[in-house]
């Protein structure tokens, strides 16, 4: 069984920063990117950040770009996410998933693997 196990959630004030951390267990497996969505009470969960390691390219929602950088280990299945001068609209649960088979990183529905969630609280 392939678990994706993400760290980093907090509290923090507006401007303040955040690094989450999601490393994988379990079953190998091998991904074709990774990425960060996340979801706010009454809202849908939505993408934030993503990466395809074969073009070794970082894609991200616009309103994080800027703020926001992804990186990680291909080889790991390891993935973080910096966050920097956070706003309190960003203020979620942050999902880590993996891509196994063909999609689009910006399609929610197409995640084959989650972790369980790591909330984020920015106060004004």
């Known amino acids: 069984q392939v678990q994706l196990v993400e760290s980093g959630g907090g509290l923090v004030q507006a401007g303040g920063s955040l690094r989450l951390s999601c490393v994988a267990s379990?079953?190998?497996?091998?991904?074709?990117?990774m990425g960060w969505l996340r979801q706010a009470p009454g809202k849908e969960r939505e993408f934030v950040a993503a990466?395809?390691?074969?073009?070794?390219?970082?894609y991200y929602k616009d309103s994080v770009q800027g703020r926001f950088t992804i990186s990680g280990d291909n080889q790991k299945n390891a993935v973080f996410l910096q966050m920097n001068s956070l706003k309190p609209e960003d203020t979620a649960v942050y999902y880590c998933?993996?891509?196994?088979?063909?999609?689009?990183?910006?399609?929610?529905?197409?995640?084959?693997?989650w972790g369980q969630g790591t909330q984020v609280t920015v106060s004004s």
């Open positions: 998933a993996a891509i196994t088979t063909s999609g689009s990183v910006f399609s929610v529905s197409d995640y084959n693997y």
């Open positions: 379990g079953r190998t497996f091998s991904s074709l990117a």
């Open positions: 990466i395809i390691w074969s073009r070794g390219n970082a």
